[in-house]
């Protein structure tokens, strides 16, 4: 018992610390209950930073809940909690739903976690359950058993029948507002959109970006807030420029074509060393004010 013990104490530590000086970031960041108390700032990049002063959205409100508070993860930029905030009062004028139940925001103090995500570590990304709110006075317990709905088809390909006109409303609502940068969601339901969308005003569509998952939730980006002099703004890509529109072209198919039904030949080997990513940032990898962050009271 006590030699099983150790043995996994060790492999734990092992774990955690490839190279014994220097610790892994998402272990030192997820040991933090409390945000840093500092004003609030983003730092780095949405998939490699840390954020200081940051502030919970409260746990309930008029129309929101914030769901599995036990993971401690309902921590913003004061810009994410007036945007929830805001977004949850249109969810509420939409027939069936009372608000919105919102997922995981960051850890206290941002930064790579422990489990989970690859971004969600500057405060200025936020996960939205598709489950339309019926009631906001779940008590904790209850919010960390009820599940999400998912809407999209097994098969990946299309919307399901929890796919609704409301959905399609509070997200064309949601990357309306300027202060998003984009919003990552299934691309069954993207398809479902570009279908569905009036002509005219489609230019919200371009900031919905089809990914993998996110099928049970989507996933919104703020922009890096006005003076925030340590975050760094995400460059549009090449394709997304090119195309200036809506979207709704080969590279959203080919999230339910390629992507499904990769195509037989083998990948060529990725050159040079892994690249590093949340699971294995230390300390260095971030931006040296995240050092501050981590240190402060
Ligand atoms: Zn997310």
Redesign the pocket.
Known sequence: MIAKFFAAALSLTLIASPVASEPLARVLFGAKSAPSEQAPSAIGFYSRGCAAGLQAMPESGPTWQAMRLSRNRNWGQPEMLSYLQDLSRFAASLPGWKGLYI??ISQPRGGPMTGG?A??QIGL???IWMLPPKRLDLSRSEREKISSISVRTADQRSVNGNWTPQHMALLRHAASDPRVDRI?VAAAAKIAMCNTAPRGDRAWLQKIRPIYG?NT?F?VRLKCPPGARYCETQKPTVAQLSKGGDGCDDTLMWWVTDYLNPPKTAPKPPKGPPKKTAKTYVMSDLPSQCRAVLSSR
């Open positions: 997922g995981d995500h971004s969600h990304d936020a996960d990552f996110h939730h996933h």
